[in-house]
């Protein structure tokens, strides 16, 4: 198994997220460990996500 380092793009992506929708702590270990299980498709998925709120869409 290889354990996967998340990018410094990956941390301020998820970072925006969680603080944009007030996600608190015990919720944010959880999705962190749920997000390092598949950590390419949570990448893709949180840049998306990032994406929109710096947008202004969400």
Known sequence: MTLLKPTQKFKD????????YQVDVDEAKFEKARVMANYNDA???YAAIADEIKRGLI
Not at 13 to 20: G, T, Y
């Open 43 to 45: 990448a893709m998925c």
């Open 13 to 20: 992506d998820f970072n925006l997220v969680l603080n944009h």
